[in-house]
């Protein structure tokens, strides 16, 4: 399998990490470093199966929110990964949750090349990490972008 540390510099990864670690009080670096790595696996997989309707479980939501936040990596992130992956904030509704969207996103990680870490991707009830992230992604409209990674912008 790939690493998925070499899509972004060690430096900014530290960086996109310790946001994930200063916006959940008391999260052990390991931990924030883990759901790091487990955004960016969401990130390549969205851009490899860009009409696959994949969403993140909330804590990978965690460490997409942190990536997004750090602009210029992130925009470098989608360029060189040939797809720019939009993200539609919505609010939350354990209603919507589909559990087949997140084995289908886990199944598109490993497709891409890389081994999704199974504790990061819970259903939304699940507490066994918190983070401050409420999100469960729904399926987007047709003409909108949303956690499905469906629409691509300018690269």
Known sequence: MKS????????QFLDVASTVQRNNEGMAANVAERITEEALKFVAACSSAPRARLKPSRVVDEGWHALILHTAVYAEL???LHHYVHHVPERPDIARHDPDALARTQAAIKAAGYDPDPAMW???TDNAIPVAASCEHSEPAPAGCGADCSNTGPN
């Open 78 to 80: 989608c360029r060189s």
């Open 122 to 124: 819970n259903g939304p």
């Open 4 to 11: 998925v540390r070499k899509l972004i510099t060690p430096e």
